[in-house]
């Protein structure tokens, strides 16, 4: 059992089944709840990340498969590739497209059917032979709320931003040409998500 991650609410570790790697999500007790809804919450969250990793695999989306489960913990496929975060700013030209392209895809193919991230970055994408994978639903949820979604690609554009700077405008034209092709509710959202970055203008933040 090897440690990759210890988050707020869950600590994250590979191990050995059946002779294959594969990733464990464990929720951890916190500390300042009461016992008993912290018990709750963790199983509800844990039940519904399983949910959302299944329901991304039957909306065409590459996803790791969830290999077993309990109360508060799932057993994952480990996707062994390239975080986005880590390679998109080293690509060359005809890469970065091809990688906008399956960016924009995924989150269209989520969004139109009703699934919302929660934590759309380039740090939750991986490159494994060519294939694109969104991992890590533990902030999604089920919505089909234009305002939701909106919220979903107002976060993966601040995370290209903050990231990939100097890539911003030609990824997120490409990211939005392909998301539109991919969701039907597309006119919605991004009406919506113009709303979403003139209030965060007004705001200053």
């Known amino acids: 059992m090897r440690i990759i991650q210890r988050g707020a609410e869950a600590i ?22 009461l016992p008993e809804l912290d018990g709750i919450l963790r199983i ?14 039957r909306a065409g989306v590459n996803a790791p498969s969830v ?4 109360e508060s913990m799932l057993v994952m496929e480990w996707i062994d590739g ?16 091809v990688a906008y392209r399956k960016i924009g895809e ?3 193919k989520l969004h139109e059917n009703g699934i919302v991230h929660g934590d759309l970055t380039t740090s939750n994408m991986i490159f494994k032979n ?3 994978y969104i991992i890590d639903f533990g902030l999604g949820k089920v919505s ?15 995370a290209l931003k903050s990231t990939h700077l100097k890539l911003l405008e030609e990824a997120w034209r490409d990211i939005l040409n392909a998301y539109k ?25």
Not at 20 to 33: H, M, S
Not at 82 to 97: I, S
């Open 12 to 33: 994250l570790y590979l191990e050995e089944r059946d002779g294959q790697k594969v990733l464990v999500k464990d929720r951890i007790p916190k500390g300042y709840r």
């Open 44 to 57: 509800q969250r844990t039940r519904r990340e399983g949910s959302l990793l299944l329901k991304a695999k």
């Open 67 to 70: 290999l077993d489960s309990g």
């Open 82 to 97: 390239e975080r986005v975060k880590d390679c998109l700013n080293g690509m060359d030209k005809k890469e970065r497209k």
């Open 106 to 108: 995924a989150a269209g």
């Open 130 to 132: 060519g294939a694109l």
């Open 144 to 158: 089909q709320k234009p305002e939701d979604l909106a919220v979903d690609l107002y976060l993966l554009y601040e």
């Open 181 to 205: 092709q991919n969701c039907s509710k597309s006119n919605d959202v991004l009406n919506r998500l113009a709303k979403i970055e003139r209030r965060r203008r007004y705001k200053g933040g």
